[in-house]
Nanobody, 123 residues
Framework: QVQLVESGGGLVQAGGSLRLSCALS????????MGWFRQAPANERELVAA????????YYGDSVKGRFTIARDSAKNMVFLQMSGLGPEDAAVYYC????????????????WGQGTQVTVSS
């Protein structure tokens, strides 16, 4: 069983930066794609960024392009989300997720989920 544990959330001022981390354990070979989702109250869970373990190919949602960067450390089984230029619209619970599918992009594509980490942005 794959376990994902996020860390790095917190309170940040508008315009600031945060780095989220996701530690992957268990059957990590089951995952081909890793993603970061976020969900704000009353909103659907949306894919923010994704990365393939093998080639490091990345995907970004339109709302975060140029501000967020996803990266992985295969040796340490970790995935990161560097966020900059944060605004109130970025406040949400951020989830790390793993999929066995290549080019996974929807919630249903992802099998493994972390517990989430809260990001709060003060204006």
């Amino acid at each position: 069983q794959v376990q994902l544990v996020e860390s790095g959330g917190g309170l940040v001022q508008a315009g600031g930066s945060l780095r989220l981390s996701c530690a992957l354990s268990g059957r990590s070979l089951s995952t081909t794609t890793m993603g970061w989702f976020r969900q704000a109250p009353a909103n659907e869970r949306e894919l923010v960024a994704a990365i393939s373990w093998r080639y490091g190919r990345t995907y970004y949602g339109d709302s975060v392009k140029g501000r967020f960067t996803i990266a992985r450390d295969s040796a340490k089984n970790m995935v990161f989300l560097q966020m900059s230029g944060l605004g109130p619209e970025d406040a949400a619970v951020y989830y790390c997720a793993g999929a066995s599918l290549r080019d996974a992009s929807t919630v249903s594509d992802f099998t493994y989920w972390g517990q989430g980490t809260q990001v709060t942005v003060s204006s």
